[in-house]
C-alpha cells in the first residue's frame, strides 16, 4: 500500500540485531503494529504501539515511534534463522492498512 | 486450537466458476474482517462485519464479491463468475469487544483461478 512504505530486503548474520524500518502517511492512526509472516501462513501479531507512545519494549522486540516523522521502527535483538520472514508494519483506527513487508534474511 | 480457521486452506478453480470461503472467528470476538494478499504485496482490507452487521465494503469488494455473517458468529466470503486476477490468499481476521485494535488472523484461503 502507498500509505505504507518498507524497505523489501534486510540480510542479517544471526546473533545481530536487525532493525526494520517502516514510514505511514496518516497522522490520526491510533494504533501501529508489526506482523509477522511465514511461507504459506496467516499474520502473526508481533507487537503494537499506541500512538501516545513513543517506544515499546518486548523481549527481543523494541518498537520506536517518531510521530512528528512518521516513522516507526523494530529492532529484533539477538536475531535467529527462526526470525527470517516477512514483517508488516501496519496502522489502523478500525481497519489495517499494511506496507508491501520486508523480507528478513538471517544468515547463519 | 481456539485460533481463528478458514476452510478450505486451497481451491484451484476454473474462470467462470463460484466459490465460497468460510471463516471461523475465535470465540466471543465481535468484530469479523475479511483481507486480501496477493504475491508480494501486504493485506487489502475487503470488508468487516460487527456481529451480524456488515459495516464497510472496500471499492476492491467488486459486485461479484458477496460476504455474510448471519448468526454473528462464523463468516463466508463468496466470488461468482471467478477471474485470473482474483488468485490470492484471502485473510479472515477476529477482534474481541474490549481490544478492536488487536485482530488475529487465520490461516488463509488460497484461491488459484486457472
Known amino acids: 500500500g502507498e500509505d505504507v512504505e518498507q524497505s523489501l530486503f534486510l540480510s542479517v548474520r544471526e546473533g545481530d540485531s536487525s532493525v526494520i524500518n517502516c514510514t505511514y502517511t496518516?497522522?490520526?492512526?491510533?494504533?501501529l503494529y508489526w506482523y509477522k509472516q511465514e511461507p504459506g501462513a496467516g499474520l502473526q501479531l508481533l507487537t503494537y504501539?499506541?500512538?501516545?507512545?513513543d517506544m515499546k519494549q518486548d523481549q527481543r522486540l523494541t518498537v520506536l515511534l517518531n510521530k512528528k516523522d512518521k516513522h516507526l521502527s523494530l529492532r529484533i535483538a539477538d536475531t535467529q534463522t527462526g526470525d527470517s520472514a516477512i514483517y508488516f508494519c501496519?496502522?489502523?483506527?478500525?481497519?489495517?492498512?499494511f506496507g508491501s513487508g520486508t523480507r528478513l534474511l538471517v544468515r547463519p | 486450537d481456539t485460533g481463528v480457521s478458514q476452510d478450505p486452506r486451497h481451491k484451484i478453480t476454473k474462470r467462470g466458476q463460484n466459490v465460497t470461503f468460510r471463516c471461523d472467528p475465535i470465540?466471543?470476538?465481535?468484530?469479523l474482517y475479511w483481507y486480501r494478499q496477493t504475491l508480494g504485496q501486504g493485506p487489502e482490507f475487503l470488508t468487516y462485519?460487527?456481529?451480524?452487521?456488515?459495516?464497510?465494503k472496500s471499492r476492491l469488494l467488486s459486485d461479484r464479491f458477496s460476504a455474510e455473517r448471519p448468526k454473528g458468529s462464523f463468516s463466508t466470503l463468496e466470488i461468482q463468475r471467478t477471474e485470473q486476477g482474483d488468485s490470492a490468499m484471502y485473510l479472515c481476521?477476529?477482534?474481541?469487544?474490549?481490544?478492536?485494535?488487536?485482530?488475529?488472523f487465520g490461516p488463509g484461503t488460497r484461491l488459484t483461478v486457472l
Open positions: 501496519a496502522y489502523s483506527s478500525y481497519k489495517l492498512i
Open positions: 504501539i499506541f500512538s501516545n507512545m
Open positions: 462485519f460487527q456481529n451480524e452487521a456488515q459495516l464497510e
Open positions: 496518516d497522522s490520526s492512526s491510533t494504533y
Open positions: 481476521a477476529s477482534s474481541h469487544p474490549r481490544s478492536t485494535y488487536t485482530q488475529y
Open positions: 470465540s466471543e470476538h465481535n468484530r
